[in-house]
């Protein structure tokens, strides 16, 4: 007996010894990212410079799709390159509608897209819905990081937190202008702000909410944006936030069913008094130095592109590249390899006879190449047929070319002056207030004598509404602006207007009016029942 | 130190009072058939705990027995022995091979039982149940040997495998088994880098009993490799083989006069692109092959007290795609000594491995099927080192690449070469406490560490890195990786009176560490430049315990405990509790079976564990942490680039878990001339590790891992042994396993569908996906209409939801690539001197999307770009236009069961040729490796990782020669 209380005292002594010995080593559970590209948020807001870099990350997202090179993307669900904010953009605004067609069409999501057949399974809406609310969570990140009380706690300087008070109304703009494609596209979305925490599930908001806010947030950081081009090239002025509020109240009787054109003109107005000039060269708008050339004083917002720096699959990258002929092996003189994508994008007929006619053939935009091509594209997969366009570059007004052959150095011009001339006349026509005729007259024109057009001494008659909807492609083709056009002008959805493969038909076919919204991606409405499906998906 | 001396005569006094007339029991146990003395056999008087061990020659000293004691020898592979003192008290024991198995020792996790103890699905394989053939690795010794353990292995010379235990249990998590190496856990399964003949034997833990003492870590079964120890003899052993590879197989492509013909009636206008040669592309890629290995194993004592191994091995393997090479050599050392009476016993192992491998891209493959068949291989015109290009120069003097590049010349301009260099090993120290000595206190430490160094080269004139300029590639990479354990562990075992202790507590600690870098191309000025990189650790902390009791022999219970910890998540997740019980009734003991003539064995068990898993995910998710964009992803301010900086994703997740209730039996008929087991058993692994859509702006991406889905795994297994015929001189024994295993996904976040499975053929397609209610990786097609004629109408998709529309919700569901029914068969045939073996593998109702076909096989891609591409003879078939249009067809899905004999080899064995020598023997052999394939699979190979057949390695069949001789 007292032999086995022996025993099991030292078993109990060996066993405690044992735990106190080894319950010490459990601390190293606790561990830190080694690698030298992540930071904990302590130590990266422990330099001052973090502010900007956060900022620049806000903004990158629109360029970026991945910290680790353009085949890398912080979203899933669809193709790395493919998710791409402008790419997405590109294929929801224009793809969609009547000026591009893609040719590879087993690349998920372009035949549904282009033959107007979506539903809610396809990956690039998919892109578009995720691409744009990560935007709008960095956005709330940046602003939740930078309230006075964690500046406190931080000790920022007052230098630094001057020049934060313009960032944070950066941030806001972008999330402001998130939503403002959220309204256009999908007519709803996650509405978050920098107050919810992280994985709280958000509240959903309607086209009529969205509005609004776009509306009171970009009224409300208008005073500390910086003036327009008042600010380093990349970063957002005044201008940016007057565009898009021009643009909302321009299509406000789609978005909410009331008529805003005299505050669109409004904000015209305040744009072309910013101090904006048009390019001298059409051409310069699309070419591997548009942001130094004179396209810099035209473009209100550029998606940074950048053959070393900013490499993406971007839209640039993807119409420079795709548009290269597959018989013309044109790619050289665009500064990208000869035979570029073997033809990726042509043109659809619709467009091309827009510039029928004598007066286009010596219209800087009229950039399509047909020699040896049929104008018709009855087999989507056949390359050779359609004609193509040259519109985009990576080569540089003053010759030489971007410093890479498939990562070009053009940066995709969202938002420009041109734009808002043509916005002007739109507006007014509609029956906005406070439009100067004679104003009118010269924006249109002045489009037309520096695309050395003949015929750019256009009078009020010459110009309506059909006038516009056509002038417009003829100037912002291939800019990510048809669909929300044709929408305003009653074109897109319906059968009043076919083009090519409309509605999955070889010359088109009408399709139904639920089409003017995309459907909310299964994968988001799944992650947010708050969310409500778009009717007819 | 006095104290304790005085203790311990304390106890021989009193034990010596107890007992009357006793002597010292002395002997040898030899190995009956050969003679040799057994080192480390374990001697027990019946009904009593104590015991002895023999030393290096076999010798052991049992004091204070009497005559009518039983003793008990025991020793691993081979029959228990009792023998009953009478009045000899110096005895000369043997020991025979065991052929029933009860008795061996299987190694379980931080200890050992035997057959008959185990309460769990415990499979054991020694040396004389491995597979045979070409072994490069050493998860091949078990390929089909073992039911519920499928091992895939590549073509490519040296390749790992993928290893899926009943099927695997997460869907994101790794699905990969825990592999122990001598008490090491490894990191994942890396065994390329081991030398197979240095394996003494497998243990395979499948159920959740058994697999739960590895917590957190045993969700996807364990592997625990023992290596071969040193020993007092001194033997030499040398084994050679080399062996003859050959693709045979090709996928069916026009011939260049076939192809003519083809391209002048569907593409006239492109006939000018022919050419005049009749080139097989396929047969200028391939090779054949010679393999050579040799292996030198030296054992034996040295200094007098240090029983010791040295292994050498060397294998020289060529691969059957052009350059492709793997060479390693490996020594190992094991040291193996004991002190103080054997209560320390020491066990020491230490590897070296370097590893040289030529990479060859198996995606030429593709490019060789897609190649112009009247093109030559060869051009002496050409600028790129005399290879034929479709590249032209145009008169601006710039280059235009036209199509698919050369196969040949990628393979031949192309080096891509690794040096991995790895060394691992472990100290285990074994303390029997001489004040206490039914506990054991063992401590075992190991490290494996391993530098790979990569380099890849191609000439300035090879359009390899192709820009206008010939830059040509050359840069270098290093990727490191190191992994640190610590265990330590008290066993306790008693019998009371009917009752069979043997009680385990411990705890473990592993580390791992990796970090690489990368030069990229340094003549490509556009190249992104050096990057580098280092993964979070991973730290791990196990505490542990295991009771085994067995009473009257026939009850027993196993129970086991483990809490683990994880630097993986956050701390308010961080420890989960992991275990199970297990109970087995030994029916055959039972006095109604116990004289029964045909039953020998019947064990029934059931067991219920529950295991964790947190393997193969990020480890930092919980952490407040932002990345700053590479060199080729910052943005730019005015003009100057800036560390764009983006908060990443965050979550915070817990442990996944898996419960496995299983109910088995193993039998044994007629003297256990036939044996087996039957195992049921049934998985639920909840909170998966799933990576799931979350809800837009909540996070910063719009997926990420999350606990939210079920999986669950529904197995049968059935193993069956037989002696067929066991004479002096002929022997004949079979071994059969079949499984059957059934996958369902019972819940997945949201109820959303995860796509899987990426295609090729299209920017991002998928062909496979997770959805509830189906089979992990199901096939998600379109339903192929045909004509009356039974030909397939192009692009016409049955409208499954009825909606006039086809679009993706008409794809659906079908079947999947995991086999229903895998079976194994192995034989081994021995009369007189001769040896034959061979082994069978089947499996049914396994479907693979053959993606050459669907990526290549329509007549649109007659035009490869700007020139000819060749297309599979499929085309034939379907008469198939445009990819696009049937690329998701589930034409293209097809029944992938096959019938495969691995390995046949035969050998005879000629007994001491040499007379000088006591004992020598050398054996010769011959086999072949790859011998037939029965399928209906139309590709080259039915065996595909994960069911999607796009550029695999083919497997060579190789003729075999060797030597084994032992002195």
């Known amino acids: 007996m007292m032999k086995n209380i022996l025993k099991i005292e030292k078993i109990a002594i060996l066993f405690l010894a044992m735990v106190v010995a080894l319950s010490s080593c459990t601390k190293d559970l606790d561990i830190t990212p080694k690698d030298d590209q992540d930071l904990l948020g302590e130590d990266f807001f422990a330099n001052e410079t973090a502010y900007k870099e956060l900022l620049a990350g806000v903004y990158g997202n629109l360029s970026l799709t991945g910290v680790d090179g353009p085949g890398s993307s912080n979203i899933d669900g669809l193709d790395a390159g493919t998710s791409q904010f402008g790419r997405v953009l590109l294929y929801l605004q224009t793809l969609s509608a009547d000026q591009m067609i893609w040719s590879y069409e087993n690349d998920p999501g372009t035949r549904a897209i282009q033959r107007n057949i979506w539903n809610a399974d396809d990956p690039i809406i998919l892109g578009m819905f995720g691409r744009t609310h990560v935007t709008i969570a960095f956005a709330n990140n940046f602003l939740r990081e930078t309230t006075d009380v964690k500046l406190d706690e931080r000790n920022v300087s ?8 313009k960032f944070r109304a950066e941030a806001r703009l972008l999330r402001a202008m998130s939503y403002y494609y959220m309204m256009d596209l999908f007519g709803q979305a996650n509405f978050t702000t920098e107050n919810d925490a992280i994985n709280a599930q958000p509240q959903a908001y309607d086209r ?19 003036d327009p081009m008042a600010v380093e090239h990349g970063r957002a002025s005044k201008g940016v936030a007057w565009m898009i509020l021009a643009k909302i109240y321009l299509n406000a009787e789609v978005y909410i069913e009331q008529e805003k054109y005299t505050e669109c003109l409004d904000y015209c107005k305040k744009i072309i008094a910013g101090g904006y000039t048009l390019a001298t060269d059409y051409q ?4 591997a130095d548009n942001d130094v050339n004179s396209a810099s004083n035209e473009i209100i917002f550029p998606l940074i592109s950048d053959g070393t720096f900013t490499q993406n699959y971007g839209p640039t990258t993807v119409m420079i590249n795709g548009a290269v002929g597959s018989i013309e092996s044109n790619g050289a003189a665009l500064g990208v390899g000869a035979g570029g994508w073997g033809g990726a994008l042509r043109l659809r007929k619709e467009f091309v006879q827009l510039f029928d006619g004598g007066i286009y053939n010596t219209d800087t935009r009229n950039t399509i190449i047909s020699s040896e091509r049929d104008i018709e594209i009855l087999d989507i997969s056949d390359q050779d047929q359609g004609y193509i366009l040259e519109k985009y570059s990576n080569a540089k007004s003053t010759g030489g070319f971007g410093v890479d052959q498939t990562f070009v150095d053009t940066d995709f011009p969202l938002f420009r002056l041109a734009d808002i001339y043509l916005m ?29 057009n003949p015929q750019n001494n256009l009078t009020i008659a010459d110009i309506d509404l059909d006038f516009i909807i056509d002038e417009r492609a003829r100037e912002l083709h291939w800019e990510a602006h048809r669909r929300q056009d044709l929408i305003r002008f009653g074109r897109f959805t319906g059968g009043n207007y076919n083009w090519v493969w409309k509605g999955n038909g070889t010359s088109g076919i009408s399709i139904p009016s639920n089409l003017k919204l995309y459907p909310i991606p299964s994968a988001s409405l799944a992650s947010n029942p708050n969310l409500v499906q778009n009717a007819g998906y | 130190m006095k104290k304790l001396k005085l203790f311990l005569i304390g106890i021989l006094l009193s034990s010596s009072f107890a007992m009357f007339a006793q002597q010292t029991a002395k002997g040898i146990v030899k190995e009956k058939t050969s003679g040799d003395p057994l080192p480390g056999v374990s001697i027990i008087v019946k009904g009593t705990q104590k015991g002895a061990e023999t030393d290096f020659n076999g010798n052991f000293n049992l004091p204070n027995v009497k005559a009518g004691d039983i003793l008990l020898f025991r020793y691993l592979g081979y029959a228990n022995k009792e023998v009953t003192i009478t009045s000899n008290f110096n005895l000369v ?10 008795d061996e020792i299987v190694v379980v996790g931080y200890g050992t039982t035997t057959v008959k103890d185990a309460t769990g699905s415990v499979e054991a394989i020694t040396a004389k149940e491995f597979t045979k053939g070409n072994i490069v690795t050493p998860e091949n010794l078990l390929s089909g040997r073992v039911a519920g353990v499928n091992i895939t292995t590549s073509g490519a010379p040296g390749s790992g495998s993928q290893i899926r235990i009943r099927g695997g249990s997460s869907l994101n998590a790794s699905n990969d088994p825990l592999v122990v190496i001598d008490g090491l856990p490894l990191s994942g399964v890396d065994l390329n880098s081991i030398n197979p003949n240095d394996i003494e034997s497998f243990s395979v833990l499948k159920d959740a009993s058994a697999t739960s003492i590895y917590g957190s870590r045993g969700a996807n079964g364990v592997i625990i490799i023992t290596t071969k120890k040193g020993r007092t003899e001194y033997t030499l052993d040398y084994d050679v083989q080399v062996g003859f590879g050959e693709i045979k197989n090709r996928v069916s492509v026009f011939n260049g006069d076939e192809f003519r013909n083809l391209v002048n009636t569907r593409r006239p206008s492109d006939a000018g692109l022919l050419g005049t040669a009749n080139t097989n592309w396929q047969d200028e890629i391939f090779q054949k092959s010679v393999a050579t290995q040799h292996n030198l194993t030296a054992r034996g004592q040295i200094f007098g007290f240090l029983p010791t191994r040295l292994s050498v091995n060397f294998s020289e393997i060529e691969g059957n795609l052009l350059t492709s090479q793997f060479d390693r050599s490996n020594i190992s050392v094991s040291m193996n000594p004991s002190f103080f009476d054997d209560h320390l016993k020491v066990s020491l192992n230490y590897n070296r491995a370097f590893v040289d491998n030529r990479s060859a891209d198996s995606g030429q493959v593709n490019s060789a099927l897609r190649y112009d068949p009247t093109q030559p291989v060869y051009d002496p015109t050409s600028p790129f080192g005399g290879f034929y290009q479709h590249i032209n120069r145009t008169p601006g003097g710039i280059l235009v690449e036209n199509g698919t590049r050369n196969p040949v010349a990628a393979l031949l301009q192309n080096n891509n070469n690794s040096n991995r260099f790895r060394q691992f090993g472990n100290l285990k120290l074994d303390y029997k406490l001489h004040f206490l000595p039914e506990v054991t206190a063992t401590v075992s430490a190991g490290f494996d560490k391993s530098k790979e160094e990569g380099s890849f080269f191609s000439p300035l004139n090879s359009p390899a890195n192709y820009t206008d300029l010939f830059v040509g590639g050359e840069g270098s990479f290093i990727n490191e990786f190191e992994n640190e354990n610590f265990n330590a562990y008290f066993t306790y075992v008693n019998t009371f009176d009917k009752l069979k202790t043997d009680v385990m507590v411990g705890y473990d600690y592993q580390s791992f560490n990796s970090s690489g870098n990368s030069t990229g191309n340094i003549r490509n000025p556009n190249d992104q430049g050096a990057t580098s990189y280092v993964n979070t650790p991973v730290v791990l902390v196990g505490f542990l ?18 809490r683990d910890g994880t630097s993986r998540f956050g701390p308010q997740n961080r420890w989960g509790n992991f275990g199970g019980a297990a109970f087995a009734w030994r029916m055959s003991d039972e006095n109604f079976l116990k004289d029964n003539e045909v039953i020998s064995e019947l064990k029934l068990r059931a067991s219920y564990g529950v295991n964790g898993q947190q393997d193969g995910i990020a480890g930092d998710l919980y952490l407040d942490r932002y990345r700053f964009g590479n060199q080729n992803s910052q943005y730019i301010f005015g003009g100057n680039p800036i560390h764009s900086t983006i908060p990443s994703e965050r979550s915070s997740l817990k442990w996944e878990n898996t419960a496995t209730i299983e109910l088995g039996i193993d039998y044994g008929l007629f003297d256990n001339r036939i044996s087996g087991s039957i195992n049921a058993f049934q998985k639920n692994s909840t909170d998966l590790l799933s990576d799931a859509p979350v809800a837009d702006a909540s996070n910063f991406t719009n997926r990420v891992l999350q606990n939210i889905g079920d999986l669950q795994v529904n197995g049968l297994e059935f193993t069956l042994n037989a002696d067929v015929v066991k004479t002096q001189e002929l022997d004949w024994n079979i071994n059969f396993n079949a499984t059957y295993i059934d996958r369902e996904i019972k819940e997945l976040a949201l109820g959303q569908d995860i796509t899987t499975g990426g295609i090729a053929g299209g920017t991002g397609n998928f062909i496979q996906l997770y959805s509830e209610g189906f089979a992990p990786n199901s096939f998600f097609v379109y339903k192929q ?21 086809i679009n993706t919700d008409d794809r659906y569901l079908k079947e999947n690539p995991q086999a229903d ?11 007189k001197n001769f040896d034959l073996t061979f082994n069978l593998r089947a499996q049914i109702g396994n479907y693979v999307y053959n993606n050459v076909n669907s990526s290549l096989g329509q007549y649109d891609l007659l035009q490869d770009n700007a020139v000819l591409g060749n297309i599979p003879t499929s085309v034939l078939d379907t008469d198939f236009q445009r990819t696009s249009d049937v690329i998701l067809s589930d034409i293209y899905l097809e029944n992938a069961s096959f019938l495969r004999m691995d390995n046949i080899t035969l050998g005879y064995t000629f007994d001491r040729p040499i007379k000088k020598f006591a004992s020598n023997s050398i054996r010769l052999w011959a086999g072949m490796q790859n011998v037939f394939i029965l399928t209906n699979y139309s590709g080259l190979d039915p065996e595909v990782f994960n069911g999607i057949d796009n550029t695999i390695y083919p497997r060579p069949r190789t003729f075999l020669v060797g030597a084994n001789i032992k002195f």
């Open chain 2, 545 to 562: 315990a295991r009771a085994n009791l067995t009473f009257n022999e026939k009850y027993l219970l196993t129970l086991n405990y483990r």
């Open chain 1, 284 to 287: 310069h708008n699309f070419m």
């Open chain 2, 785 to 805: 209409l045909y004509d009356t004629a039974g030909k397939p109408i192009e692009g016409a998709y049955a409208d499954l939801n009825g909606d006039g529309i």
């Open chain 1, 158 to 165: 007052s230098a630094t937190r001057a020049e934060i008070v």
């Open chain 1, 424 to 452: 002007y006349a739109e507006a007014h026509l509609r029956g906005g207030t406070g439009a100067n005729p004679a104003d009118l007259l010269t924006y249109v024109n002045s489009l037309r004598t520096r695309a050395n």
């Open chain 1, 208 to 226: 009529q909410q969205l509005f609004d806010f776009v509306e009171s947030e970009l009224i409300a950081i208008e005073a500390d944006l910086a």
């Open chain 2, 93 to 102: 024991v043997e020991l025979e091979e065991s052929s029933q198995q009860l």
């Open chain 2, 821 to 831: 029914l895998a079976l194994g068969f192995q034989s081994n045939f021995n009369y």
